[in-house]
Every structure is written in C-alpha cells, then in structure tokens.
C-alpha cells in the first residue's frame, strides 16, 4: 500500500495541485513580464528536482503523479486564478490548511518533508526571477510565510 492509500480522492487531488497553486500564488504576488519565463520554468522543473533531495515516499509519489499531469494541472489552477484573481491567494492558503489536516494520515516525517518541499518549490520560483533586486521579494516572502503558517510551521522565509 502506497500513501496514495491514505487520503481520499479530494485529499489526493489538494496534494497533488497544490504544489502549482503556491507556485502561481507566489507568481502572482509579484508579477513580472521578464520574469515570467524563468518563474514558471522553475514551477515546472523543480518539484521534481526537489522530490528527488526530499527522501519522502509521499512526495515522490505525488511528483510523479504531478509530472504526468502537468499541463492539466497548470491549465486548472490558471483558469481558477482568471476566474478570481483577487481570491486566488486566499483559496491557496485554504488548500495548503487542508493539505496539513490531511498530512494528519502520514507519519510526522512524511507530513513535514511534504510541506517543507511545497515550501522550496515556492521558494525556487521566487528567486527565479529578481524583483528590485533581490531574490525573494516583500510580497511573494509574505505568500510564502502564509503558506508556512497554513501548514503549522512557523518558519519566517528569508529575503
């Protein structure tokens, strides 16, 4: 039995997205035209750069998954931001809640090294392209550090 076994389907499916959803929430905190290639190739490359480092079974399970599904998962979470740009955010903050109620299944390893893994992959996207320059700017840290407290974790994101 894999963690997939774990979680219902719904739970799965929050799992499986949000790792694209923090990526676009943080994208869209602090929008840049010439840094939209190099944010979104980060989006798509490093959740399975990541999953490699993280030593998790859950986060390598929901990598694979993510990767075979990529365009359907980026094209939903695109058409959830056009439909309501303004609430995106806070949909992503509510998702990475449920995420962290339903890691509740897993040991505290696999919870934490899933979480910490969302959290670099948000991070990596940050830094993909600098605004004012620095690497992580004022308000995709403050997506970051809401995400962080969403999953519990009292981690402050350094610029």
């Known amino acids: 039995m894999g963690p997939k076994e774990n979680f219902t389907d719904e739970e799965w499916k929050n799992l499986v997205s949000l790792p694209y959803a923090v990526s676009m929430a943080v994208i869209e905190a602090a929008p840049s035209f010439f840094g939209a290639w190099g944010e979104t190739k980060a989006m798509m490359q490093e959740p399975v750069h990541l999953a490699a480092d993280s030593g998790s079974v859950l986060v390598d399970q929901i990598s694979t998954e993510m990767k075979a599904e990529e365009k359907a998962l980026i094209k939903e979470q695109q058409n959830l931001m056009r439909h309501d740009q303004t609430g995106y955010r806070t949909t ?68």
Do not use: C, Q
């Open 92 to 159: 992503t903050i509510e998702a990475a809640k449920s995420a962290s109620e339903a890691l509740s299944k897993v040991s505290p390893d696999e919870a934490m090294a899933y979480k910490e893994w969302v959290l670099a992959i948000g991070r990596k996207v940050a830094e993909a392209a600098k605004e004012h320059g620095v690497a992580v700017s004022d308000p995709e840290r403050a997506v970051l550090n809401e995400i962080a407290g969403a999953f519990g974790i009292g981690a402050e994101v350094p610029a």
